[in-house]
């Protein structure tokens, strides 16, 4: 269960700032403490849970980088070419049994061991191998072509941090160190479900005035791909007892309640009624542009004195979408213990004029193209409004607008964050 307490979202104020938000998660909300044992497969996305030592040298032992011959580097004549004897050759994976003497060279392919002595590698493609001779070439560096033990990681020395997610990369690691299981913590427990009585199921029939739900099909798209273990708990009617019921059934088994609609002002939105009821409500306005009704709060189980973190999101699935990757993902990493992610925009030109309003941050939907001087530039989805999906099919990423920005002219640098990193 999440170690909330009732009051860690206390905030007064008419609009939360980002900064501030994000401030607010890492003071006031404790991460699930739960570790498992997982084994490689699967370990990705994953977070470890104790720093990562390495418990070998990586590479373990000197071995070549290419195919070619392992030389003395006090052997070679500074001043032109030197002939020295091939005493043997070393095959990835056999022992280096006897040691280089003087004037000799070893036949050596990558990966192979450097034997005793041999302190240099030429590539096979510089040499001139004549009968049981080689001759190599002047002006090698001590140490070419040879990979020493530990030089990528030294036994003993940090590899990963406690808090790392887990990528492809880390995972490689693991593997080449020899790792066969790591302690990550357990996955965060989230409960999903959408709110409207115009939303009905994709598949179902549809009447008149209803919408196919596609809040929860992004909702858990999106936390699947962060790592989260995810119950789907369908679509709720705009009832303040069917969802205040809903609400408290879902906080005895889940560490996070994620909904979608109801937390506007309109006389149907009756998810912040519902979370008052059986919990407390904190805070329900973010400065952010789309989305901004968010409520957080905390949801009491019904067995127990735990409870569960609950996070309300605009109905609108762009600003569904965009306080998903700004609020709730802040929110779940530390939950889960994982480091705060740092999203760094990359600069792209604006091919648009752009107004906003001070203090809030805004996220404007854009496709790159690149110019003809060969600028990246970010283009504008024609259609900006908060629930038009194809908006998000047709673009590639987000630019931010910062707080303090007020007025974009094209040409103008902006910051991008595309999907693939957002979604990461
Ligand atoms: P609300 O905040 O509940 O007033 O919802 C705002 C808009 O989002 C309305 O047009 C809703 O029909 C729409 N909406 C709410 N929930 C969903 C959903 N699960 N999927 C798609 N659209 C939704
Ligand atoms: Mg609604």
Same mark, same amino acid.
């Given at each position: 269960m999440a170690q909330l307490s009732d009051d860690c979202f206390a905030f007064s104020g008419p609009l939360l700032r980002?900064?501030?938000?994000?401030?607010?998660?890492?003071?006031?909300?404790v991460p699930i403490a739960e570790t498992e044992c997982v084994s490689l497969h699967g370990a990705r996305g994953r977070v470890v849970a104790e720093e990562i030592k390495a418990p070998v040298d990586l590479?373990?032992? #000197?071995?070549?980088? %290419?195919?070619?011959?392992?030389?003395?580097h006090a052997d070679l004549r500074a001043d032109g070419d030197t002939t020295l004897k091939i005493s043997g050759r070393l095959m990835a994976g056999a022992k280096a049994e006897d040691a280089l003497k003087a004037g000799q060279a070893i036949r050596i392919f990558t990966g192979a061991p450097m034997p005793k002595g041999?302190?240099?590698?030429?590539?096979?493609?510089?040499?001139?191998?004549?009968? #049981?001779?080689?001759? %190599?070439p002047k002006g090698l560096k001590l140490g070419a072509n040879r990979r020493l033990a530990g030089e990528d990681a030294p036994a003993g020395s940090s590899v990963l941090p406690a808090g790392t997610v887990l990528e492809v990369q880390h995972v490689a690691l693991m593997a080449a160190l020899g790792l066969a299981a790591i302690v990550v913590r357990r996955r965060l427990k989230v409960a999903v479900f959408s709110t409207g009585n115009e939303v009905v199921e994709p598949g179902a029939v549809r009447g008149g005035a209803s919408i196919y739900d596609s809040n929860r099909f992004l909702l858990t798209e999106l936390l699947e791909r962060l790592g989260a273990s995810v119950t789907d708990l369908g679509i709720l009617a705009d009832d303040p007892d069917t969802l205040s019921r809903a609400l408290q059934d879902a906080a005895t088994a889940h560490d996070l309640i994620i909904t979608s609609g109801g937390v506007s002002t309109g006389e149907a939105d009756y998810v912040r009624d519902a979370v008052k009821r059986v919990g407390n409500l904190v805070f329900w306005r973010v400065a952010i542009k789309p989305g901004r009704p968010v409520a957080m709060g905390v949801v009491k189980a019904t067995k127990g004195d735990g409870g569960?973190?609950?996070?309300?999101?605009?109905?609108?699935?762009?600003?569904v979408f965009?306080?998903?990757?700004?609020v709730v993902k802040p929110l779940l990493r530390r939950l889960s213990g994982a480091h705060p992610d740092v999203l760094v925009p990359l600069p792209v030109r604006a091919a648009f004029p752009y107004r906003k309003k001070k203090d809030r941050r805004e996220y404007v939907r854009v496709a790159l193209k690149r110019r003809s001087d060969g600028e990246i530039e970010a283009v504008k989805h024609p259609q900006d409004g908060a629930g038009i999906l194809t908006s998000l099919t047709e673009t590639d990423g987000l630019l931010e607008f910062p707080e303090d920005t007020t007025s974009i002219e094209p040409g103008s640098r902006v910051g991008f964050l595309s999907y693939a990193t957002l979604l990461s």
């Open positions: 980002l900064e501030e938000m994000e401030r607010l998660i890492t003071e006031r909300i590479p373990p032992f #000197d071995n070549s980088a %290419v195919d070619g011959f392992a030389v003395r041999a302190d240099t590698v030429f590539m096979q493609e510089d040499v001139m191998v004549t009968g #049981d001779e080689v001759t %190599v569960a973190a609950f996070v309300g999101l605009p109905g609108n699935p762009v600003a965009v306080t998903f990757v700004r």
